[in-house]
């Protein structure tokens, strides 16, 4: 993890609170100019950080921006029964990318079959989000977007594969926005009359035996559309690590 990841991970765990540049210095074994270096970095990322002299670091408790440190200190609060640092290992947040699928298919032919089991591919922004029948899906900042690499054995239900997908996505998002999904037409998810989630389930087979390797199980969720439901809303780092812990322990 760099130290600028060490940092907001830090400034997460205590939002809303001042952490002084001696502390973070002592706790990351780097310099008082490293630490300095690092928030001015992060705050031309967007981060909302209030820096004051003798008090040191404050991120704000508005801030809601989708980060590998963020989505790591969230899983840890939630006692996941599965490896975490396994997860970790296997998880990759972009600022901006195609599509989250697209990506994940290049990791698989990259690897040649051999990317880890629940790799999780996530992206702030889509510039060519996935949707059904080849159609684009809209994917402007503020939403939440992800793909998991997932084996057909881990995925042995009684259900079809989207409807176990479509049923766990239900189940993160109910408890978390404390709201009522149903599910319609191309494992699209509503809240009373308004669409927030797509969900894209790509299989790659052998050509030769037609066995399927790999699923990849793509999710986008409209993040603003919950968020103008309820007044205390999760972070997008909190409802990632929720849906990739439900995915760790299928």
């Known amino acids: 993890m760099s130290t600028k990841d060490r940092i907001i991970q830090a400034l997460e765990k205590a939002k809303g609170e001042y952490i002084s540049g001696e502390k973070l210095a002592g706790d990351l074994a780097v310099s008082r100019n490293a630490v300095w270096k690092a928030v001015n970095d992060l ?5 909302a950080i209030d820096s004051v002299k003798n008090r040191g670091y404050m ?6 921006i989708i980060s590998s440190a963020g989505i790591e200190l969230c899983l840890r609060d939630m006692k996941v029964k599965a490896d975490v640092s396994k997860i970790l290992d296997n ?3 972009y600022d901006n990318i195609d599509s989250t699928n697209t990506q994940a298919k290049r990791e698989i032919v ?29 994917s402007p900042n503020g939403g939440i ?10 995925l042995v239900t009684k259900e079809p594969v989207n409807q176990a997908v479509s049923g766990m996505v239900i189940d993160v998002v109910e408890s978390l926005y404390d709201v009522k999904a149903v599910k319609k037409e191309n494992n699209s998810l509503y809240v009373g009359n308004q669409k927030f989630c797509g969900m894209l389930t790509e299989a790659l087979s052998d050509l030769e035996t037609g066995v399927y390797s790999r699923f990849i199980v793509g999710i986008g969720i409209r993040a603003d559309i ?12 909190q409802v990632i690590a929720a849906l990739i812990a439900r995915f760790a322990e299928l």
């Open 43 to 47: 705050k031309k990322q967007g981060y």
């Open 59 to 64: 991120l704000s408790e508005t801030s809601d």
């Open 91 to 93: 998880l990759f947040v």
């Open 110 to 138: 990259f690897d040649g079959f051999d990317v880890p089991h629940k790799t999780t591919i996530v992206a702030r922004v889509q510039t060519a989000g996935k949707g059904h029948s080849g159609r684009n899906f809209d």
């Open 145 to 154: 977007y992800l793909s998991m690499i997932l084996t057909p054995s881990e």
């Open 226 to 237: 919950l968020e103008k439901l309820k007044d205390n809303v999760p972070s997008k780092n």
